[in-house]
């Protein structure tokens, strides 16, 4: 199974302030993930990112965020200016075959 | 939107105990994957099921992929401890970037 790791582990913010969370696959992989988990709710899709470039996005993922992978490894996910209700657990996941794996999340919490 | 919908919400069960959980859909998935989440940890990728009618076991587990391709059971057997969770459903749509719509999840309690 396909190691993910995230960093970090948690993060806890200031409403309005930028937080960049990060996602790093051990081995190399095409597509890339990132959804959302509030508190006690399922899993939610936010965008999928193939070959340096979003190829699906949902109807959470507005101007305030964005994805990147700057250094071929490292891919990251950036919300500009956090609400309280961007508060959830963020997971990355990369795609094998038709699997997908997840890493452990990043807790963010907006105050 | 495409949704699952995921039954039961919650289970209480005896150890040694079979349970049983379900996902249906109005819209088809190619592609059908159950996980289970431990608190504050990622989703843990259990069984993958491919093709309409395909039964696939992974140890206890047992899980198949309906035949009108909208929905999927998962059977767990013999329950111990250890598999108290939250169990999800996941429909990939290949179309979309291979996104995953996810059902709202069955909490597993396991008395010993």
């Known amino acids: 199974e396909p190691e993910v790791t995230q960093t970090p582990s948690h993060q806890v913010t200031q409403m309005g302030q930028e937080v960049i969370l990060r996602c790093v696959p051990i081995?190399?992989?095409?597509?890339f993930y990132w959804y959302r988990q509030i508190l006690g709710q399922k899993v939610e899709f936010l965008v999928s990112?193939?070959?340096?470039?979003?190829?699906?996005k949902s109807e959470i993922f507005d101007d305030q965020f964005s994805v990147e992978r700057p250094d071929g490894s490292n891919f990251t996910l950036k919300i500009r200016s956090t609400k309280l209700e961007d508060s959830a657990m963020y997971f990355c996941?990369?795609?094998?075959?038709?699997?997908?794996?997840f890493g452990p999340g990043t807790r963010l919490t907006v105050l | 939107g495409q949704q699952l919908n995921q039954s039961p919400q919650s289970m209480f069960i005896q150890e040694g105990e079979d349970v049983s959980m379900n996902c249906t859909s109005s819209?088809?998935?190619?592609?059908w994957l159950w996980y289970k989440q431990d608190p504050g940890e990622g989703p843990v990728l259990l069984i993958a099921?491919?093709?309409?009618?395909e039964l696939t076991s992974n140890g206890r587990l047992t899980a198949q992929f309906g035949i009108t391709r909208k929905d999927s059971f998962l059977n767990i057997s013999a329950s111990i401890p250890s598999d108290v969770g939250i169990y999800f459903c996941?429909?990939?749509?290949?179309?979309?970037?291979?996104?995953?719509?996810f059902g709202q999840g069955t909490e597993l309690s396991v008395k010993p």
């Open positions: 081995s190399n992989h095409l597509y």
């Open positions: 996941a429909g990939l749509v290949y179309n979309q970037g291979g996104k995953l719509i």
């Open positions: 099921l491919y093709k309409a009618g």
């Open positions: 819209s088809i998935f190619n592609t």
């Open positions: 996941a990369i795609r094998d075959v038709n699997e997908q794996f």
């Open positions: 990112f193939y070959n340096n470039e979003i190829s699906e």
